[in-house]
């Protein structure tokens, strides 16, 4: 088992930066890859970015390319996703997963993570 709790979320203003944090405990994350996902009111849960397990090769949606970052720090068994040029599209609560894996495909499939943490809510005023 795998618990995943995520941190970091608040509130901010357009152009300002926010850095989520998601914290494993249970397992190392050694092999798995890791997901972030953001769910804006009334709407799916849908895919932000990935990270292999090897943390060699990252994914981006397309809206977030250049603005945000994904990293992942085994050692502190967390990862994180650094968020730039914030908009107000960007408002959503961040849910961070894991899914057991070496390979680094269908990493927007929602169906295929094993584990999810509880979210952590991100607003951004224009």
């Known amino acids: 088992q795998v618990q995943l709790v995520e941190s970091g979320g608040g509130l901010a203003q357009a152009g300002e930066s926010l850095r989520l944090s998601c914290a494993a405990s249970g397992r190392g994350l050694g092999n798995y890859a890791m997901g972030w996902f953001r769910q804006a009111p009334g709407k799916e849960r849908k895919f932000v970015a990935a990270?292999?397990?090897?943390?060699?090769?990252?994914d981006y949606e397309d809206s977030v390319k250049g603005r945000f970052t994904i990293s992942r720090d085994d050692a502190k068994s967390t990862v994180y996703l650094q968020m730039s040029s914030l908009t107000p599209e960007d408002t959503a609560v961040y849910y961070c997963?894991?899914?057991?894996?070496?390979?680094?495909?269908?990493?927007?499939?929602?169906?295929?993570?094993?584990?999810w943490g509880q979210g952590t809510q991100v607003i951004v005023s224009s």
């Open positions: 997963a894991a899914k057991r894996t070496h390979g680094f495909g269908g990493n927007h499939l929602k169906q295929d993570y094993d584990y």
């Open positions: 990270v292999s397990w090897s943390g060699r090769n990252t």
